[in-house]
C-alpha cells in the first residue's frame, strides 16, 4: 500500500528493544480524510518477545548513554528521551530485587546526569 488512506494500522515501539510492533488495531481518521500512513506510531509498550519474558518475571535493564541522552528540566530521563546503546540485560524480578534497592520516589525525581550514574552504584547492596 503507497500513499495516503483514511485507514491506518497503529503501531507502539518497544521500551527495551525500540522496535516497531502491531498493536492489532486499525484506525480510522474521524471524517475518513485520506490522510494517514500505511502506520501510525501511537504509544510506547513491550514487543510480543518482551512482553514474554515480563510475563515470565524477567526485568529488563537497558543501557542508556547519559551523554547522547536528553536528561528534561526535572533531570528525569524518559524512554522518549533515552539514547540506548542496545545493551540489554534480562535478569529475573527476584534476583533484580536481591540485587537493587529500590530508590524512593523523591531519589527517582532527583535522577540527573550525574545522579543517574550514583543510582546505580548506590543502589547496589554490599
Ligand atoms: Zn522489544
Redesign the pocket.
Known sequence: MSGKSYASLEQHQ?V??G?TYDTGAVLLHNRLAKTLEQYTLTGRG??P??QKLFDKGYVALVEVDPELSCFGPDGNLTAKTAHCTGTIVHILREVFNRIFTPPSRRRTARLHRAGCHRFTEGALRS
Open positions: 518497544c527495551v528493544c522496535c513491550l514487543c518477545e518482551h
